[in-house]
T-cell receptor, first 113, second 114 residues
Framework: EDQVTQSPEALRLQEGESSSLNCSYTVSGLRGLFWYRQDPGKGPEFLFTLYSAGEEKEKERLKATLTKKESFLHITAPKPEDSATYLCAVQAGLTGGGNKLTFGTGTQLKVEL | NAGVTQTPKFQVLKTGQSMTLQCAQDMNHEYMSWYRQDPGMGLRLIHYSVGAGITDQGEVPNGYNVSRSTTEDFPLRLLSAAPSQTSVYFC?????????????FGDGTRLSIL
């Protein structure tokens, strides 16, 4: 059974204080690992897809990395507008379930002035 | 470009009532799916469709029905609402079955069953 565990559950940072969010996973044949951002009252918003170990993707202050067991979302010099819940999800190989995503429970990030 | 549109945004039902949650996408995506999000749990797949006329069950399908008569629309029906179905429901779409392109989500329907 595919599993995704995210840590920490919640993180409070000062503006400019860099940190990393962790996503550990077990999956039968990784087809893709996805990072989403979710704001209160909204649906998940796509950030990155990572396909293989060693891959990195960047977008503004965010950088996602992938190993064979985990992914990190690095946030450099965060701003208050980066406050959100960050979700990690994995998509397994074609063993049924269509394009099913298995999600973690998320990391709630709060960036303060 | 609206993306994935869900209606209604909020709904309160009594136990035993039925209702349909609407989902429409304007991206010509073949693959559509429904997830529910509950506190302390990750989003869980309810049903999915790989194209018009084709649907299949996900992880938590009991108590829900779906149909896909057009590419654009994928409604979710609650047959006889139960308090355990109180949740936030998200519809998502992506390019095609087997694609590892990202799924795009709507803003959800917040459903309370009394």
């Amino acid at each position: 059974e595919d599993q995704v565990t995210q840590s920490p559950e919640a993180l409070r940072l000062q503006e400019g204080e860099s940190s990393s969010l962790n996503c550990s996973y077990t999956v039968s044949g990784l087809r893709g690992l996805f990072w989403y951002r979710q704001d209160p009252g909204k649906g998940p918003e796509f950030l990155f897809t990572l396909y293989s170990a060693g891959e990195e993707k960047e977008k503004e202050r965010l950088k996602a990395t992938l190993t064979k067991k985990e992914s990190f979302l690095h946030i450099t010099a965060p701003k208050p507008e980066d406050s959100a819940t960050y979700l990690c999800a994995v998509q397994a190989g074609l063993t049924g379930g269509g394009n099913k995503l298995t999600f973690g429970t998320g990391t709630q990030l709060k960036v303060e002035l | 470009n609206a993306g994935v549109t869900q209606t209604p945004k909020f709904q309160v039902l009594k136990t035993g009532q039925s209702m349909t949650l609407q989902c429409a996408q304007d991206m010509n995506h073949e693959y559509m799916s429904w997830y529910r999000q509950d506190p302390g749990m990750g989003l869980r797949l309810i049903h999915y469709s790989v194209g018009a006329g084709i649907t299949d069950q996900g992880e938590v399908p009991n108590g829900y029905n779906v149909s896909r008569s057009t590419t654009e629309d994928f409604p979710l029906r609650l047959l006889s609402a139960a308090p355990s179905q109180t949740s936030v429901y998200f519809c998502a779409s992506s390019y095609s079955q087997g694609s590892n392109q990202p799924q795009h989500f709507g803003d959800g329907t917040r459903l309370s069953i009394l």
